[in-house]
Structures are given as C-alpha cells and as structure tokens.
C-alpha cells in the first residue's frame, strides 16, 4: 500500500517560515490535501488538491507539490498554529485513503 | 450551518458490536462521497472507510475488511458505520468527515467532533 512520510516535528520561531514535507512514490502525481488538528479537536482542512485553500484560510498557508514532495509551507507563523498537520492522499490501486503521520508544529 | 453529529460510541468487550451513526444537516447530503476516520488515543489519523454519493461503491482500510460495514440513507442526510468482531486495537475517537461531489479523492473539508469507541474487557 502507498506510504506517506513525514517528520514527527518541527519548530519555529514566531514571525518565521514552517516548511512541512511529505514524502511518497512520485506524489506529484497525485492531489494532496493538508489538515491541522489541534489537541483535543477535530481536524481542519487547510489546503485540498495541492494548493488551494479552502475558504477563511488565511493566505500565509501555501501547498505546493512535484516529484516525490509535497510541501506545506506556513509563512509569518503565529503562536496559533500550533497543531499537529496531516497530509493525505487518494491511492488509485487499493481505492484507499492515506493519511501521513502526521508533523507537530511548536511554535517557539 | 453544515454540521456532522456523530453518536453509538462507547465502552465494548472485545469480540463485540457497536453502530455509529452521523447526523448531518446545512447540506445536499446525496451529492457529497462520506467517510469515516479514526484516531487512537496519542495516535495520527487513520482513514476506516468511504462510501459513494449513491452507495453504489465502499471501500475498507485493510484492518477493518470484513468487520466493518459502512452505509448511508440519503433520505435521512445520514452516515453509519457497523463495527463487529471489535478488537483492542479498534479503540480510538472515529470521526465522519464530507468528501466531495466529484471524486473520491477529495479532501475532506468538514468533519464532526467525533465520537469515542473504548474496546475493553
């Protein structure tokens, strides 16, 4: 079954630049979708097919996709989001969805 | 206001059964493919299973084939989720979430707060 990789953290200073991979067999040929999910809540989607955000996202969320990464990048990172960030994807040969393991973002 | 209500979770013994369902409003519910996932206690995301806009196509994740039967009434605006021969490793908080209205692809783009299934002797 595809597999999806992802660092278990990263940290960032507040007002810097979060870039989030995940890593899978050629994804760049498939639609990424991006959650947050803050502790004790459900999951939010902040970025579907790629990079589009969908309404009351704000802008400084941006995902972009090609070869065996997609990345979300959070710019002029706030203490607010703080969270743990999904990504996901579609796998055409077992008609599953995958979900990666998931990156926890601390905010310095 | 689109909502998912989920409800049915709670404590049962390994071997047993339990139905969730999910309540949903604010929303043509026959146009949108629904799923469920779960998230075991300190765990990720786990996607369980999808059905079609008209039911017409379900898929499992692996684990749970066989065991765990998804359906819906588009005439209720409703999702449920059968779950039997429960195992230990079944505990978890399971989510329904909305796909799309075109693929089953999509993304998931609401989710309801989920409800809590403890599989225990």
């Known amino acids: 079954s595809y597999v999806l990789t992802q660092p278990p953290s990263v940290s960032v200073a507040p007002g810097q630049t979060a870039r989030l991979p995940c890593g899978g067999d050629?994804?760049?040929?498939?639609?990424v979708h991006w959650y947050q999910q803050k502790p004790g809540q459900a999951p939010v989607l902040v970025v579907y097919?790629?990079?589009v955000r969908p309404s009351g996202i704000p802008e400084r969320f941006f995902g972009s996709n090609s070869g065996n990464t997609a990345t979300l990048t959070i710019s002029r990172v706030e203490a607010g989001d703080e969270a743990d960030y999904y990504c996901q994807v579609w796998d055409t040969f077992s008609d599953h969805h995958v979900f990666g393991p998931g990156t926890k973002v601390t905010v310095l | 206001d689109v909502q998912l209500v989920e409800s049915g979770g709670g404590l049962v013994q390994p071997g047993g059964s339990l139905r969730l369902s999910c309540v949903t409003s604010g929303f043509t519910f026959r146009s949108h493919s629904m799923s469920w996932v779960r998230q075991a206690p300190g765990k990720g995301l786990e996607w369980v299973a999808i059905?079609?806009?008209?039911?017409?196509?379900?898929y499992y994740v692996d684990s749970v084939k066989g065991r765990f039967t998804i359906s819906r009434d588009n005439a209720k605006n409703s999702l449920s989720l059968q779950l039997s021969s429960l195992r230990t490793d079944d505990t978890a908080v399971y989510y329904c979430?909305?796909?799309?209205?075109?693929?089953?692809?999509?993304?998931?783009?609401?989710w309801g707060q989920g409800t809590v299934v403890t599989v225990s002797s």
């Open positions: 050629n994804i760049g040929r498939k639609s």
């Open positions: 059905i079609k806009q008209d039911g017409s196509e379900k």
């Open positions: 979430a909305r796909g799309g209205i075109r693929y089953l692809s999509d993304g998931f783009d609401v």
């Open positions: 097919d790629d990079s």
